[in-house]
């Protein structure tokens, strides 16, 4: 897989490419997806069903993560659905926490929110 771009510092999303193979199996970035508080952006991943259980959400998401710490944001936050085991177990591999904020959709399920404290920083709310 290839690493984030270097020089670039605003959020932005990128293609997640296996080296190997050549081949694009989804994306992995930083959003402003308004959650979170103004200059603290959201975590974002999504990668084609084949490329699932893989490794390569965690993979992707720790090369943003580093990119992210570079870049000076101190504290990530990222959404997911409740019933998305999958992307839940990603979230907690890198370290986010739930923060106990939830939205409720009647038709979509119950999304929870979840932070992220850049490594060595104090945590603020």
């Known amino acids: 897989m290839r690493s984030a771009p270097a020089g670039r510092r605003r959020p932005g999303c990128w293609a997640v490419e296996r080296k190997a ?8 970035g930083l959003i402003d997806g308004g959650q979170g508080i103004k200059g603290e952006p959201e975590l974002a991943f ?6 699932w259980g893989l490794g390569y959400a965690t993979e992707a ?24 085991s999958a992307s839940r177990r990603v979230l907690a591999k890198l370290g986010s926490i739930e923060t106990g904020r939830k939205e409720v959709d009647a038709i979509h399920g119950t999304t929870l929110f ?12």
């Not at 720790?62 to 870049?71: E, P, Y």
């Open 61 to 84: 998401s720790k090369a943003i993560l580093d990119w992210a710490g570079s870049s000076g944001y101190l504290r990530l936050w990222a959404t997911v659905w409740e019933w998305n």
């Open 114 to 125: 979840l932070a992220k404290q850049q490594a060595d920083r104090p945590e603020t709310t």
């Open 21 to 28: 193979a050549g081949d694009v199996i989804g994306y992995c």
């Open 46 to 51: 999504e990668l084609l069903r084949r490329a």
